[in-house]
């Protein structure tokens, strides 16, 4: 099991960790929130010049054709800066779900829009409460959608959604465009304030099904994947905060001394580095 980074992957690391401290900066950031906007195009268009949104789509449909470590190499720097980009909703989750259920048709439709940036897109599976196996309420029938869809990530900014429903053969995946009639987007208010959500009603909206693959094999293969990147983006946030908490504990100071010179500080801080890195090798 290899568990250092590739020279070729460090360098990715390093180059996309130079563009997130330029332009997700603490500052920044406050700035969004507080503005209540949802994301930063700017450093999506960014991202899109770099070929990071292309990352692990094949070249065929207009990706750069790296591979799941460089993308899980993308998703920890994103982590790190809680960058406010719909990467995970667009890449991560939509474009993994049309590279395994899609057929060549549809993913040369599809991929090629979500690899240069110019289309957002989404994966709604969830419906409320519930995980990956719990009964799916929506439906497809006659190329149409009904159904409501919450909480969709990043759905209000979204062009483009991957929905998850039930037809009459059974659990299908299905694409459409979200800027049409028949579909409903409520934004929902949630604790993370830089990543949004929205609830997603679909009332008889114009869809097309997946058929390069079983959805059933291809949705276990897609939430076994996320899984993955997810813990990714987890491990670059454990470490962003435990270096504030360190760089804290070397400026203060207590009955004189640094409060990083205490040992019950210091034992605290190397229990959580130990953590995360046994975090980095199991993902």
């Avoid at 268009?45 to 770099?50: D, K, N, P």
């Avoid at 009639?181 to 869809?207: I, K, M, N, S, Y």
């Avoid at 009955?255 to 959580?272: E, M, P, T, W």
Wanted: one cysteine or more; glycine letters at 10%.
């Amino acid at each position: 099991m290899q568990f250092v980074l590739t020279e070729e992957q460090g360098l990715l690391r390093d180059q996309v960790r130079d563009l997130l401290q330029k332009q997700a900066t603490p500052e920044s950031l406050r700035t969004l929130i507080t503005n209540g906007e949802p994301w930063n195009p700017n450093l999506w268009r960014e991202m899109a010049g770099l070929g990071l949104l292309g990352a692990a789509i094949p070249e065929s449909y207009g990706g750069v054709g790296l591979g799941a470590m460089e993308l899980a190499v993308i998703c920890e720097e994103l982590g790190r800066a809680v960058a406010p980009v719909p990467f995970f909703s667009s890449v991560c989750m939509a474009a993994e779900a049309l590279a395994l259920a899609g057929s060549d048709a549809q993913k040369a439709r599809w991929l090629p829009g979500i690899a240069s940036g110019e289309t957002v897109a989404t994966f709604a599976w969830a419906e409320g409460n519930g995980g990956p196996g719990a009964p799916c309420a929506a439906t497809i029938a006659g190329g149409r959608l009904r159904g409501r869809k919450w909480p969709v990530p990043d759905a209000g900014i979204a062009d483009l959604c991957v929905v998850l429903a039930r037809s009459d053969q059974g659990p299908a995946l299905a694409v459409l465009e979200l800027n049409q009639r028949g579909v409903t987007r409520t934004p929902l208010d949630g604790f993370d304030q830089l990543r949004h959500h929205a609830d997603v009603a679909f009332d008889g909206a114009r869809c097309e099904v997946l058929d390069g693959a079983p959805a059933a094999g291809a949705l276990d293969e897609l939430f076994d994947r996320l899984a993955v990147y997810e813990a990714f983006e987890q491990l670059g946030g454990t470490e962003s905060a435990l270096y504030m908490a360190r760089d804290y504990t070397m400026q203060r100071y207590i009955f004189g001394r640094q409060l990083a010179s205490y040992q019950a500080v210091k034992h605290n801080l190397a229990d959580i580095l130990v953590m995360a890195e046994l975090a980095r090798g199991n993902a």
